[in-house]
T-cell receptor
Framework: AQKVTQAQTEISVVEKEDVTLDCVYE???????LFWYKQPPSGELVFLIR??????QNEISGRYSWNFQKSTSSFNFTITASQVVDSAVYFC?????????????FGKGTTLSVSS | EAQVTQNPRYLITVTGKKLTVTCSQN?????MSWYRQDPGLGLRQIYY???????DKGDVPEGYKVSRKEKRNFPLILESPSPNQTSLYFC??????????????FGPGTRLTVL
């Protein structure tokens, strides 16, 4: 069965520190998609990135980077030089190509607190 | 502006009093879905709809109903709310129902408290 595990419930860092949020997934499908969402204190869900199972290229977007490794079923998210505005709950999610309803299977989230 | 809207954003009600949370999208998306978010559990899908008049259960459908009479609207109905339905609810939509690649656009959320 499909599953997403975010083992880190809460992480606290000081501004300018680098931080990595871990995401491990389980799926039997060969075609699937991985996502990261950010939920700031205001509550909305902000889409950050999508990666399909055939594209293991790492991606960098400003201070954000993602490391996708199929061999370890992981899709980790790193924030470089963290800022207070990065404080939020971050969700990793999985969607399988053959799954009816195209539901997103979410991890339980990692709460990141960045202090100044 | 392309968006998913939900109303109300906040609601406090009492056990057993029927309520409806509306969801509307202006992107002509075929697929719509409802999720609930609870502390420590992440988001879980309640119901989804592949298109008008086509709805199906997600992972946690008990105590909820939905309808999809128009493409843009997907209301969530709680016929007899109970305290365990206190949660943060999100509506989402995406362009194609059978493409998991599509990004799901989320509404702003509805915080429901059932006393």
């Amino acid at each position: 069965a499909q599953k997403v595990t975010q083992a880190q419930t809460e992480i606290s860092v000081v501004e300018k520190e680098d931080v990595t949020l871990d995401c491990v997934y389980e799926t039997r499908d060969t075609t699937y998609y991985l996502f990261w969402y950010k939920q700031p204190p205001s509550g909305e869900l902000v889409f950050l990135i999508r990666r399909n199972s055939f594209d293991e290229q790492n991606e960098i977007s400003g201070r954000y980077s993602w490391n996708f490794q199929k061999s370890t079923s992981s899709f980790n998210f790193t924030i470089t030089a963290s800022q207070v505005v990065d404080s939020a709950v971050y969700f990793c999610a999985l969607s399988e190509a053959n799954q009816a309803g195209t539901a997103l299977i979410f991890g339980k989230g990692t709460t990141l607190s960045v202090s100044s | 502006e392309a968006q998913v809207t939900q109303n109300p954003r906040y609601l406090i009600t009492v056990t057993g009093k029927k309520l409806t949370v509306t969801c509307s999208q202006n992107m002509n998306h075929e697929y719509m879905s409802w999720y609930r978010q609870d502390p420590g559990l992440g988001l879980r899908q309640i119901y989804y709809s592949m298109n008008v008049e086509v709805t199906d259960k997600g992972d946690v459908p008990e105590g909820y109903k939905v309808s999809r009479k128009e493409k843009r609207n997907f209301p969530l109905i709680l016929e007899s709310p109970s305290p365990n339905q206190t949660s943060l609810y999100f509506c989402a939509s995406s362009l194609y129902p059978r493409s998991s690649y599509n990004e799901q656009f989320f509404g702003p959320g509805t915080r429901l408290t059932v006393l």
